[in-house]
């Protein structure tokens, strides 16, 4: 299950779990489109990976498994 992070690990930036602004690699690292389009050119820092949209949860769903409070800091 994605954990649904809340925050850009770049600029900071609040990514609410209902966002279609967050962008995700296959490790889960988020960003949001501005870093990923302006600065990250669609790849992760981390790993080097592709950065797609991350899904959006239904709310129902959202309520049974919540998403993630930790905070990832820019680097």
Known sequence: ML???PNCERCDKDLP?????AYICSFE???CI???TQVLHGRCPNCSGE???RPVRPEAALKKHP???L???PQ
């Not at 779990?17 to 602004?21: D, G, I, M, T």
């Open 3 to 5: 954990e649904l992070r």
């Open 17 to 21: 779990p209902e966002s279609a602004y």
């Open 29 to 31: 690292c988020t960003f």
């Open 34 to 36: 501005e870093c990923v």
């Open 51 to 53: 950065l797609v949209r």
């Open 67 to 69: 998403a993630s409070t």
């Open 71 to 73: 905070r990832r800091y």
